[in-house]
């Protein structure tokens, strides 16, 4: 089974920065697909950037230029740092791990959420 606990957000002004970070549990983080969703009140659950094996990332249009994807593999930990925040980046921030066992499963798994507010 695969835990994934978020951590880092919180309130900030707009033109400020967070840092989320996400620590996993389990023994898939390290082949695994890793990225940050967000969802604001009312709206779909939407990508905000993703990192895979290699260290490949992509972002939404959104957050390119302001967001940066990284991950450690040596603590399985992947991190979302967050700069020039908007008010429209409001949202719960969940990290997602994702891929395909050995064995050929695929598996999915989401943290819990941690919220993020940016004040005007």
């Known amino acids: 089974q695969v835990q994934l606990v978020e951590s880092g957000g919180g309130l900030v002004q707009a033109g400020g920065s967070l840092r989320l970070s996400c620590a996993a549990s389990g023994s898939v983080f390290r082949r695994s697909l890793m990225g940050w969703y967000r969802q604001a009140p009312g709206k779909q659950r939407d990508a905000v950037a993703t990192i895979d094996s290699g260290g490949n990332t992509n972002y939404a249009d959104s957050a390119k230029g302001r967001f940066t994807i990284s991950r450690d593999n040596a603590k399985d930990t992947v991190y979302l740092q967050m700069n020039s925040l908007k008010p429209e980046d409001t949202a719960v921030y969940y990290c997602?791990?994702?891929?395909?066992?050995?064995?050929?499963?695929?598996?999915?798994?989401w943290g819990q959420g941690t919220q993020v507010t940016v004040s005007s």
């Open positions: 997602k791990v994702e891929g395909v066992r050995t064995w050929g499963t695929p598996y999915a798994y």
